[in-house]
């Protein structure tokens, strides 16, 4: 069992920038990959990144490429997505979702997931 408890959301200008944090606790979360995924409203949820559980492996959804960046410190059981260059095509809710094992299977991530209760990230001017 996971948990997993997202934070850093709120609302920025376009071109600004925004990190959340994603802090894992339950049985061995150095153990899962952690991802970032987001919902628009009325839009499908759409996976925004995957890290390793080592942190040596990330992926990124082609409309975040260069602007995002996912990290960890498993030190802090805690994973960051920093975002930067922010567009109002971003907003959307953020959800922090762990899954043990790597980022193989990750953007369908449908099963075996946990999954946070979700961050805003609003951009508008």
């Known amino acids: 069992q996971l948990q997993v408890v997202e934070s850093g959301g709120g609302e920025v200008q376009p071109g600004g920038s925004l990190r959340l944090s994603c802090a894992a606790s339950?049985?061995?979360?150095?153990?899962?990959?952690i991802a970032w995924f987001r919902q628009a409203p009325g839009k499908e949820r759409e996976g925004v990144s995957c890290?390793?559980?080592?942190?040596?492996?990330?992926n990124y959804a082609d409309s975040v490429k260069i602007r995002f960046t996912i990290t960890r410190d498993n030190a802090k059981n805690t994973a960051y997505l920093q975002m930067n260059s922010l567009t109002p095509e971003d907003t959307a809710v953020y959800y922090c979702?762990?899954?043990?094992?790597?980022?193989?299977?990750?953007?369908?991530?449908?099963?075996?997931?946990?999954w946070g209760q979700g961050t805003q990230v609003t951009v508008s001017s």
């Open positions: 890290i390793s559980p080592s942190g040596s492996k990330t």
């Open positions: 339950g049985s061995n979360p150095d153990y899962s990959a």
């Open positions: 979702a762990a899954r043990f094992g790597g980022c193989n299977t990750w953007p369908d991530w449908d099963y075996n997931t946990y």
